[in-house]
């Protein structure tokens, strides 16, 4: 069946560094492709998304890059304080999604 | 105020129990979907319901069955053939009009074994 691969399972950075998550999807079709992040216990929450005829997306200090061609997509986090300590989530798809396992970002202070 | 209700936050299963958890948007939304969440996990996807009085099985519909009657509703039963029930479980909803619109959550339900 279709999948979304995520990487890094679990990212550790410095405050103020950058951090890079890359998903990488298999169904041609996507179209939409969102980036959510979940704190311990709450629901998923949407931080940003891109569609497939834009190759770049920016708001304030996270950007998403699209690949249609490689099939892949990344989110771009800069200047990290504590509070972007959490577990993103991306996804694929059209009406329905198809998500990525995750990744556990640790800032450290 | 506009959002997903999803209740109870808390449910406990007994052996052989059928159990249901609720879930409500007043967004006006079309499609609602359930997922399931296991511990370190993605979400996976249980059921989806595009329209009132009809769905659609996801990945994962074993041991699970829905309703849709309302458009406003979409309970989710988690019966005893589903013998791994322990997880968090999220109920989404989305406008079907324009396509790609992003999935809105609840705050999930958690399921345990007693």
């Known amino acids: 069946g279709e999948n979304v691969e995520q990487h890094p399972s679990t990212l550790s950075v410095q405050e103020g560094d950058s951090a890079v998550i890359k998903c990488t999807y298999s169904?041609?079709?996507?179209?939409?492709f969102p980036w959510y992040k979940q704190e311990l216990g709450k629901r998923p929450q949407l931080i940003i998304d891109?569609?497939?005829n834009v190759g770049e997306k920016k708001d304030q200090r996270i950007a998403v890059t699209l690949n249609k061609t490689a099939k892949h997509f990344s989110l771009h986090i800069t200047e990290t304080q504590p509070e972007d300590s959490a577990v993103y989530f991306c996804?694929?798809?059209?009406?329905?999604?198809?998500w990525g396992a995750g990744t556990k970002l640790i800032i450290k202070p | 105020d506009g959002g997903i209700t999803q209740s109870p936050k808390y449910l406990f299963r007994k052996e052989g129990q059928n159990v249901t958890l609720s879930c409500e948007q007043n967004?006006?939304?079309?499609?609602m979907y359930w997922y399931r969440q296991d511990p370190g996990q993605g979400l996976r996807l249980i059921y989806y319901?595009?329209?009132?009085?009809?769905?659609q099985k996801g990945d994962i519909a074993e041991g699970y069955s829905v309703s849709r009657e309302k458009k406003e509703s979409f309970p989710l039963t988690v019966t005893s053939a589903q013998k791994n029930p322990t997880a968090f479980y999220l109920c989404?909803?989305?406008?079907?009009?324009?396509?790609?619109?992003?999935?809105?959550f609840g705050d999930g339900t958690r399921l345990s074994i007693l």
């Open positions: 989404a909803s989305t406008k079907l009009t324009g396509l790609n619109q992003p999935q809105h």
């Open positions: 967004l006006n939304h079309d499609a």
């Open positions: 319901s595009q329209i009132v009085n009809d769905f």
């Open positions: 169904d041609s079709a996507s179209n939409y």
């Open positions: 891109i569609r497939s």
């Open positions: 996804a694929a798809g059209n009406y329905q999604l198809i």
